[in-house]
């Protein structure tokens, strides 16, 4: 089986093709900690997340080192596209936390084959458009929503994007500290603190600090934050 092919944005690849993509590309057993690439680098490269168990943080620091992360990536995923796409350079730093296998595609290959497979261009035009919706959604969010509204909304995207069942509830797959949690808003982690807290006290949700771990124990009423009418 092609390693390409658990890949979302090359969906309805014929294996051959993804043969020849993975020929011309370079894989990497990426531990956790190690820095794919800054802010500011040559955007001269599309990373593909093919196994493993983790994700890729895509973030930026400011000037006073307060933290923001823009989204996480992990098995079936792309990221770095944009960048080759337009020629650029990179807008935010990508660091792996867990251990993924990634496929490293050169531009100039998935530039090649963007230019010859009208299907990537289908397939991308569904990611980048399902990206831009979640960014207007944060961005309507940060306008009109409490910080509690925001950060209920983003740990039930986490997980329903990747979260698991246990005995004690759906718990959020690898590891967020609550410095974690309040890069996801921008916010401050003693703010985030405050709001784990009260839905820990509530029985809501089971935060172990130690592990990093996040289990939302009464999703009912968990989701009831974030859109009450609707429920």
Same mark, same amino acid.
């Given at each position: ?9 090359? $969906?309805?690849?014929?294996?051959? &093709?993804?043969?020849?993509? $993975?020929?011309?590309?370079?894989? #990497? @057993? ?10 500011? =680098? ?22 006073? +080192?307060?933290?923001?992360?823009? &989204?996480?990536?992990?098995?079936? =995923?792309?990221?770095? &596209? #944009?960048?080759?796409? &337009?020629?650029?350079?990179?807008? !935010?730093? !990508?660091?792996?936390?867990?251990? /993924?296998?990634?496929?490293? #595609? ?8 963007? +230019? ?10 569904? /990611? ?16 009109? @929503?409490?910080?509690?509204? *925001? ?9 329903? *994007?990747?979260?698991? *069942? ?16 309040? =890069? /996801?808003?921008? $916010?401050? %982690? ?7 807290? !009260?839905?820990?006290? %509530?029985?809501?949700?089971?935060? =172990? ?6 289990? #939302? ?9 974030? +859109?009450? !009418? @609707?429920?």
């Amino acid at each position: 089986m092609p390693a390409l092919s658990g890949v979302a944005v090359f $969906a309805g690849f014929e294996h051959a &093709e993804l043969e020849r993509i $993975a020929a011309s590309s370079r894989m #990497i @057993e990426a531990r956790d900690g190690m820095r794919l690439f800054a802010e500011g =680098d040559a955007a001269d490269a599309v990373y593909a997340v093919v196994g493993g168990s983790g994700h890729v943080r895509i973030g930026a620091l400011d000037r006073n +080192s307060k933290g923001l992360m823009i &989204e996480m990536f992990g098995v079936g =995923d792309i990221f770095g &596209e #944009i960048g080759v796409i &337009e020629g650029g350079t990179r807008t !935010a730093d !990508a660091v792996v936390e867990g251990h /993924l296998r990634l496929l490293r #595609i050169s531009g100039s290959t998935f530039m090649q084959v963007l +230019s010859t497979n009208p299907l990537l261009g289908t397939n991308l035009c569904g /990611l980048l458009a399902a990206r831009l919706r979640r960014t207007f959604a944060m961005f309507r969010d940060a306008t009109f @929503e409490t910080l509690e509204v *925001r950060l209920a909304r983003q740990v039930l995207y986490l997980a329903e *994007r990747d979260g698991r *069942r246990t005995e004690q509830g759906l718990r959020l797959a690898g590891r967020f500290r609550q410095g974690d949690l309040a =890069d /996801l808003l921008g $916010a401050t %982690t003693r703010s985030i603190i405050t709001i784990l807290n !009260a839905w820990r006290a %509530t029985g809501m949700v089971i935060y =172990d600090a130690t592990r990093a771990q996040l289990t #939302i124990c009464r999703e009912e009423e968990f989701r009831q934050l974030v +859109s009450p !009418a @609707e429920h």
